[in-house]
């Protein structure tokens, strides 16, 4: 059980727009900045978004990131079929527990 | 461009020690901005932050709760790399390992299967 929750999997035809949604808590998501990754099969996870918003250099601005209280939003458009891949949504958590936490991945497919 | 290249067995036998190493180009494991993590994947644990040491005029580490006491992030900054040693290890060990600059930089993966 992750501790940020995410769809297992979302799916639109090429050149639509998807949104992958990230939940958490006071103790992550709401205090924390949110990164957002891409897993190509087979392949480690690529940073997509960092500070909730920004984009490191080579990302294209079809991705886009957003927050709102405990939750997050990471958008797509003009979907691709190399954007087939897994997502995740990561932070730091200030529990007693602590430490980066990851949400469980959702799967993104072009119909 | 940061590349982080991650070296180490691939086979463990229960009860023993967990290693592996990233060695890092195009910056510095002293690096006052950047901290080196390793973090795990596996289809039941999904992705895991195990850790990370940073340097901020003395060298820090963070573990994660979960591998707390069996778990230990070393620099090496004569050969500007960092190593993983996770100790008592059973097959739920088991898991593709990556090392992570800040988690904008990741090493290429290590698959480890605990077994005997």
């Known amino acids: 059980q992750s501790v940020l929750t995410q769809p297992p999997s979302v799916s639109a035809a090429p050149g639509q727009k998807v949104t992958v949604s990230c939940s958490g808590s006071s103790s992550n998501i709401e205090n924390n900045y949110i990164s957002w990754y891409q897993q190509l099969p087979g392949t480690a996870p690529k940073l997509l978004i960092y500070?909730?918003?920004k984009r490191p250099s080579g990302i294209p601005d079809r991705f886009s990131g957003s927050k709102s209280g405990t939750s997050a939003t990471l958008g797509i458009t003009g979907l691709q079929t190399g954007d087939e891949a897994d997502y995740y949504c990561g932070t730091w958590d200030r529990s007693l527990t602590g430490g980066y936490v990851f949400g469980g991945g959702t799967k993104v497919s072009v119909l | 461009q940061v590349q982080l290249q991650q070296s180490g067995p691939r086979l463990v036998k229960p009860s023993q020690t967990l290693s592996l190493t990233c060695a890092i180009a195009g910056d510095s494991v002293s690096s006052n901005s950047a901290a080196w993590n390793w973090i795990r994947q596996s289809p039941s644990r999904g992705l895991e932050w195990l850790g990370r040491?940073?340097?901020?005029?003395?060298?820090?580490?963070d573990y994660a709760i979960s591998v707390r006491g069996r778990i230990t992030i070393n620099p090496d900054t004569s050969k500007n790399q960092f190593s993983l040693h996770l100790n008592s290890v059973t097959p739920e060990d088991t898991a593709v390992y990556y090392c992570?600059?800040?988690?904008?930089?990741w090493g290429q993966g290590t698959l480890v299967t605990v077994s005997s």
């Open positions: 500070d909730n918003n």
């Open positions: 040491t940073y340097y901020r005029s003395k060298w820090y580490n």
């Open positions: 992570s600059r800040n988690t904008d930089y």
